[in-house]
């Protein structure tokens, strides 16, 4: 089973951007689908984007033009650049396989605070 380590978050004020970064253990990192989700307070976990093994990458709405998924099979990682955040933003951000079938137990997540 694959396992993620991300990094990278921190407070920033609205409009500027952070890169967030995510390390995975585990031998099948490069033929598994990955995910960027993210979790606000009171509100439940959500896709923010996601990339193929074959480096599709597909994004939700919101986050279309602003956020960009990425992935280093040689390194073991993904990333996601958030330029241009808001303060909706604001959430804690993690890193697992796409597919709940497969999809580790979640790791500490790194947080993104946005102030306006």
């Known amino acids: 089973q694959v396992q993620f380590v991300e990094s990278g978050g921190g407070l920033v004020q609205a409009g500027r951007s952070l890169r967030l970064s995510c390390v995975a253990s585990?031998?099948?990192?490069?033929?598994?689908?990955l995910g960027w989700f993210r979790q606000a307070p009171g509100k439940l976990r959500e896709l923010v984007a996601s990339?193929?093994?074959?480096?599709?990458?597909v994004y939700a709405d919101s986050m279309k033009g602003r956020f960009t998924i990425s992935r280093d099979n040689a390194k073991n990682s993904v990333y996601l650049q958030m330029n241009n955040l808001q303060p909706e933003d604001t959430a804690v951000y993690y890193c697992?396989?796409?597919?709940?079938?497969?999809?580790?137990?979640w790791g500490q997540g790194t947080q993104v605070t946005v102030s306006s």
């Open positions: 585990g031998s099948t990192f490069s033929i598994s689908d």
């Open positions: 697992n396989c796409l597919s709940a079938a497969i999809r580790s137990s």
């Open positions: 990339i193929s093994s074959g480096g599709v990458t």
